[in-house]
């Protein structure tokens, strides 16, 4: 049974909706420890995050028993704390791959739920606060939602402002979540204002040319198509593309000489081996997928641009272990370059990764 009834509740104790905070009316049958308002919330919370961690929240809410002595109860404080930071950077990663993916709506409780194990291991006016305040703003930016987005965003500007140790990474997140609501406002000024200093940001903690920093130099690189000054929208989008292609090509090269050794470098099957996680592969795949529908409806003047970011999708794909999309735009890439008669070499080099994808289907490595 999912209701509560008022009854039984114990006199005094409050229960709380998961997504809104409104006084709950049901719970989850599965874990019993988190409720909500009704049956629109709940399963909002159950496809966005709950059904992944439903198991992992009851030994968070449930009290804690009796411990014999203080060592005891101060290592079952530790386990306790270990878990919930688990759980932040798993719902955020949560949190962002949804963002990436064009999913706001499911973003939003993921989010919640990172904030609040936050508030609950750092206190409510930690900087570590910040990463989920930015993931809301950008869910709500995503959802039209302009005025909810905005008090995020000033929530996490005055935490950045009170904090004496804010990374020069959360600074850059800041002012690129500033930046993409200063492009919904359409106040273009201040958006690339906001995303010059996260790319100065970002390159700070990261380097200018890692793949943190392409984020800021995408967005940039969007307001200027957006303003026909496509020169400096081109040579941005140029630079996005090179940051990813070197990224992936290192990775590439590692498992390509691991196929040619018939070796498994991790002493097991590989799962993944773009060394990044759900959301950054989510990132990638948003970033280039953009990037090449520019690039392909100016493909009559720079074939191998297009060529160019079609090869990177191959290596991304190819390296997430997924061999029919790497295959679909290797056969494109391929298409492209013959239909615009280009080098013999380019051809032959397009044709060598097809070669490599037939070969891993046909003998996977183990």
Known sequence: ??????LAVPKGRRLCCEVCEAP???VCGACTVTYYCGVVHQRADWVSIHEKICQLLIPLRISMPFYNSEEERQHGLQQLQQRQKHLIEFCYTVAQKYLFEGKHEDAVPAALHSLRFRM?????SSVELVPAYLLLAEASLGLGRIIQAEEYLSQAQWTVLKSTECSYATHSLLHRNLGLLFMAKKNYEEARYHLANDIYFASCAFGTEHIRTSGGYFHLANIFHGLKKLDLAD?????VSEIWNKYLNDHYEVLSQARIQQIDLLGKQFETDTGLD???EAEAIQTLTSILNIRESTSDKAPQKTIFVLKILVM????????????????????????RKLSVCEQNSIQDLLN???????HPIT
Request: without cysteine; hydrophobic residues 40%; negative net charge.
């Open 356 to 362: 490599l994808i037939s070969t891993e289907e046909a």
């Open 316 to 339: 991304l794909y190819y390296l997430m272990m997924n061999s029919s999309k790497a295959q679909e735009y290797a056969v494109r890439a391929l298409d492209l370059a013959k239909e």
């Open 235 to 239: 040579t941005l989008y140029t630079k």
């Open 1 to 6: 049974m999912n209701v509560i009834y008022p």
């Open 278 to 280: 759900e959301a950054q």
């Open 120 to 124: 609950n291991v750092h206190g409510l």
């Open 24 to 26: 709950a009316e049901r």
